[in-house]
């Protein structure tokens, strides 16, 4: 009786500051925030006490049977830490090793249509035997109707049965008893009523199963109920991770509809959840995403193509109105996606504001290298940081916009012998593997035409030219087996 009284009070409490705040105090809680999440930004992600750690613990393990959430300033304030919420274990349970990813699914009833067993099944289906092992989907039943819910564990459980046994599947609920109130919120830019209801939950719904993914992996994969997946995505998302190393970043996106395709480190879960939970209310789920993006220091998006899901379903969760969005970014076979080894680039050819060469090297969308007119014997290299074993070369100039900004005269080679010199290591030994021909080159079975492991990759400008040069895409392949890049 005590703790429901507790509970009463508090959201009571609640409802009477979101009238205070919307007189007084939007400025001064915008301020604390951004005060919170830089100041936490800097803390040591395990700031979380041992007793908490060991209490997470057994909450995933063992959850207790009644202890209730209560969202006190603490919670708040601590970012790093986990929210108290005891879930329901509808199918599965976390197993004690880290896997290297989780995808995790919210999904709720909808009035027309249902694309979660598809989605799940394209997530298992698109995966190879060494992928599956290093993946856990984490499916967050949000919705209130337990009848509905049953139905659906019910039909999950026949059809993933093995996928369950192992450990790759669960299926969670958090009890409507740790929402917050839905009723009296704020109608920011002129949503109706139910629109509002509708998003707040569903920040809530987010909050809740990124909270309980914390641990489970290193690296966590938003999606939604309703998408598929391209062939071994998880190997093309371990090439853009790796190619990452070394840069900072806090949401890479394969995907550019909604909340599909955002990848985050789990170690950021918990502030995400705390954010989305802060200002469920304020507005979407995606705009939310995008702020705390930023607050958290990353300026820019950072996309990929091609996208690794797309979106297939025709109606909406909300109301069941017809959504047909699609990505046109998006192929159904991603095991094309090249390697680019971790490198560093240099280039003597003068570079347009910051075009810079790193840019032909990453495989973001819209950055490319882009030069001033080249001269005879100018060159733009690339130098691994390790010797690596290259199959396939392939490099493309110029752009849609500007087909005429080509290399006209060059040529690739590839270096070895590499020695430490006034302007960083370099290679003293080079052969040639070919010409640029219409400003792009392609080179197969590289490794079976030299004889040694490649630790540079040149391109040099043959002949001057008037026009201004653009590296749109380098892409290297390695030798090294798939299986090898999932371990």
């Known amino acids: 009786f005590f703790k429901f009284h507790e509970r009463q009070l508090m959201w009571k409490s609640v409802d009477k500051m979101r009238c205070f705040r919307k007189r007084s105090i939007l400025p001064f809680l915008g301020f604390l925030v951004t005060f919170l999440l830089f100041f936490n930004l800097y803390m040591d992600d395990g700031y979380v006490l041992e007793a908490e750690k060991r209490q997470l613990g057994e909450t995933l393990i063992h959850p207790p049977n009644s202890e209730r959430y209560v969202h006190t300033f603490r919670d708040l304030s601590n970012f790093s830490g986990t929210i108290n919420v005891t879930y329901r274990y509808l199918a599965g349970i976390p197993l004690p090793r880290k896997k290297y990813l989780t995808i995790g699914l919210s999904s709720v009833k909808r009035k027309r249509g249902n694309y979660l067993l598809e989605t799940i099944k394209s997530i298992f289906d698109q995966s190879s035997y060494e992928e599956l092992k290093e993946i856990v989907v984490v499916v967050h039943l949000a919705d209130f109707d337990l009848v509905w819910c049953e139905n659906l564990v019910q039909e999950i459980t026949r059809k993933f049965a093995h996928h369950i046994i192992a450990g790759r599947l669960l299926v969670i609920q958090a009890p409507e008893e740790y929402y917050p109130s839905l009723d009296g919120l704020k109608r920011n830019y002129n949503d109706p009523e139910d629109r509002v209801r509708f998003r707040s939950k569903q920040n809530v719904d987010y909050a809740f199963l990124l909270n309980f993914c914390t641990n489970l992996s290193h690296f966590y994969m938003m999606l939604e109920d309703d ?106 076979d991603s095991i094309d996606i090249p390697d680019n080894p971790p490198a560093s680039l240099c280039t003597n050819i003068n570079v347009f504001e910051n075009y810079d060469a790193t840019k032909a090297y990453s495989s973001i969308v819209d950055e490319y290298f882009w030069g001033k007119p080249p001269c005879t014997g100018d060159f733009f290299i690339i130098i691994f940081n390790k010797s690596t074993k290259i199959s396939r070369i392939k490099i493309v100039t110029g752009t849609e916009d500007r087909q005429n900004d080509i290399l006209h005269h060059g040529a690739l080679e590839v270096g070895q012998k590499s020695v430490e010199t006034k302007q960083g290591r370099q290679c003293t030994s080079y052969i040639t593997l070919g010409e640029f021909k219409a400003g792009n080159i392609e080179v197969n079975n590289v490794d079976h035409k030299i004889g040694f492991d490649i630790e540079c990759v040149r391109i040099v400008v043959t002949a001057s030219q008037k026009e201004w040069l653009i590296i749109r895409t380098i892409s290297l392949w390695t030798a090294q087996p798939i299986s090898q890049l999932i371990k």
């Open 227 to 332: 998408v598929r997946c391209s062939r071994n995505f998880l190997t093309a998302l371990k090439k853009v991770i790796t190619s990452r190393e070394g840069s900072y970043w806090v949401m890479l996106e394969f995907s550019k509809l909604g909340y599909i395709g955002k990848l985050y480190h789990s170690r950021d879960l918990p502030r995400l959840a705390h954010f989305l939970l802060m200002f469920y209310q304020e507005m979407p789920c995606d705009w939310l995403l995008i702020h705390f993006r930023g607050l958290l220091a990353q300026k820019d998006v950072i996309r990929f193509k091609p996208s690794l899901f797309q979106h297939m379903g025709y109606y909406s969760s909300y109301k069941g109105a017809e959504n047909k969005l699609k990505d046109d970014d998006f192929e159904e």
